[in-house]
């Protein structure tokens, strides 16, 4: 098959098309042609020689995120059949023409959505659904504070909150960030470098804080994130 290595660590012309051996499903796994995979920020970490692959990947083919076709399937795997249009989180190799993948973690393809729009899902629709849904436990009605809210993880996380009736607050480093994070559905956009996150908030919910918070910064933020929280909230 072919597929996109990294042949030294550095820029993007690092990246060159080369020949592998075509990757066979163990026990568990199905093997998905590839039709499109995302690009990601550890992509060009490891790239750049910044993140070091699991040792059972392929440790030069990026790629975590992928959509495709299920072409067969390895040892007592029942989840899918051939055929299949499925997205799915794995832990490198996507930027090949084929892709090895444990069954439970491939998703259906949602009808309306084309193989390209369906590989940007999976990094960010898993990390926030687990962490914001199944960890936070994000109910209607409750409110949420996203920092980071014009990266990926937080683009997704307004979409999704709004769906379900919460309430959303983000942090954002520029006015035009919080414009944009307005339009997407968010209900108050929070530029960090002109106010305090945590002043804000208090005012906005009458000093009852905030259901679920969603951080991917964490070190000095911890406290004040605590300080925010509503009575039984939930930091993730």
């Keep these: 098959m072919r597929a996109v290595v990294i042949t030294t660590p550095g820029d993007a012309d690092v ?6 051996p075509e990757p066979m ?3 568990h796994e199905v093997l998905v042609e590839v039709k499109a995979a995302g690009v990601n920020r ?5 790239r750049k020689g ?9 440790q030069d083919i ?3 995120e992928i959509a ?7 040892d007592n795997s029942s989840r899918w059949q051939v055929g299949d249009k ?6 490198g190799g996507g930027y090949a023409e084929y892709c090895t993948v444990p069954e439970g973690q491939c998703l259906p393809i949602p009808s309306n959505l084309s193989f390209v729009e369906a590989a940007s899902l999976p990094e960010t629709v898993f990390t926030i659904w687990s962490n914001v849904f199944d960890r936070g436990k994000l109910k209607k009605g409750e409110s949420l504070l996203v920092h980071g809210g014009a990266s990926g993880i937080g683009v997704a996380a307004i979409q999704l909150a709004k769906v379900y ?23 108050k956009s929070i530029n960090y470098r002109k106010e305090n996150f945590p002043d804000v908030i208090k005012r906005i919910t009458l000093n009852k804080g905030v259901n679920v918070i969603l951080d991917m910064i964490g070190g000095s933020y911890t406290n004040d994130n605590l300080d925010v929280l509503a009575e039984e909230g939930r930091l993730s």
Excluded: M
């Design 50 to 58: 910044h993140y070091p692959p699991p040792p059972w990947t392929s």
């Design 165 to 187: 009736g919460a309430k959303v607050y983000v942090t954002v480093g520029t006015d035009e960030k919080c414009a944009f994070c307005e339009k997407l559905g968010a209900d």
């Design 86 to 91: 499925v997205c799915a989180l794995v832990s």
């Design 25 to 27: 499903p163990l026990e």
């Design 68 to 74: 495709g076709t299920v072409v067969s399937l390895g």
């Design 15 to 20: 990246l060159h098309l080369a020949n592998r």
């Design 42 to 46: 550890p992509d060009i970490a490891q």
């Design 62 to 64: 990026p790629g975590l």
